[in-house]
Antibody, heavy 130, light 110 residues
Framework: QVQLQESGPGLLKPSQTLSLTCTVS??????????WNWIRQPAGKGLEWIGR???????NYNPSLKSRLTISVDTSKNQFSLKLSSVTAADTAVYYC??????????????????????WGRGTLVTVSS | QSALTQPRSVSGSPGQSVTISCTGS?????????VSWYQQYPDKAPKLMIY???KRPSGVPDRFSGSKSGNTASLTISGLQAEDEADYYC??????????FGGGTKLTVL
């Protein structure tokens, strides 16, 4: 079955750029039937949606992070990635990648989201500390 | 885009029913039938329990049900079991291709 696995450095200093990769196994990221998301959770706190990417490269970002955020996809490696610049201690969190199902809208010719996350990675802890 | 409001904690005895509320606004919960609920055990990834307000994915017990009235969505767990003790998060589409989560509710089975 399809699995997601996050990877990347676990410790950063303030002002550095956080870079994480999510590897999709057991299925093709290019199938076009899903959006691929990043979600984070500070210790003891709630979930925060970060953003999503489609295999075409189109993205949607949380407005609160948009100025520092880049999400990209590498279909040849079956991976998608997150870059968050100028990190501070407030960016310390467990970062999850998650899959979001889509359907094809014949009227518009676009794939549209079902707006829920049906598969999650295990998460990776990123700590920002000097 | 403010987080949806959930009670910090709820509790119930085995066999009882509990309901967790999720309050938003007409821009998210009230405006769309795209509310989902996730169960999370400590140090584990969230698991989808309810989507589209009241639909259950395959494998989720029918003890879990969802509903919505106005700007408030609810998750009801009937026939409470010890294994239901976990954190629960609601999530809603918030327009402009964005999604917003609730702050989470800790369910304690007494």
């Amino acid at each position: 079955q399809v699995q997601l696995q996050e990877s990347g450095p676990g410790l950063l200093k303030p002002s550095q750029t956080l870079s994480l990769t999510c590897t999709v196994s057991g299925g093709s990221i290019s199938s076009g039937s899903h959006y691929w998301n990043w979600i984070r959770q500070p210790a003891g706190k709630g979930l925060e949606w970060i953003g999503r990417i489609y295999t075409s490269g189109s993205t949607n970002y949380n407005p609160s992070l948009k100025s520092r955020l880049t999400i990209s996809v590498d279909t040849s490696k079956n991976q998608f990635s997150l870059k968050l610049s100028s990190v501070t201690a407030a960016d310390t969190a467990v970062y999850y990648c998650a899959r979001e199902a889509t359907y094809y809208d014949k009227l518009t010719g676009y794939y549209k989201s079902y707006w829920y996350f049906d598969l999650w990675g295990r998460g990776t802890l990123v700590t920002v500390s000097s | 885009q403010s987080a949806l409001t959930q009670p910090r904690s709820v509790s119930g005895s085995p066999g009882q029913s509990v309901t967790i509320s999720c309050t938003g606004s007409s821009s998210d919960v009230g405006g769309y039938n795209y509310v989902s609920w996730y169960q999370q055990y400590p140090d584990k990834a969230p698991k989808l329990m309810i989507y589209d307000v009241n639909k259950r994915p395959s494998g989720v017990p029918d003890r879990f049900s969802g509903s919505k009235s106005g700007n408030t969505a609810s998750l009801t767990i009937s026939g409470l079991q010890a294994e239901d003790e976990a954190d629960y998060y609601c999530c809603s589409y918030a327009g402009s291709h964005m999604e917003v989560f609730g702050g989470g509710t800790k369910l304690t089975v007494l």
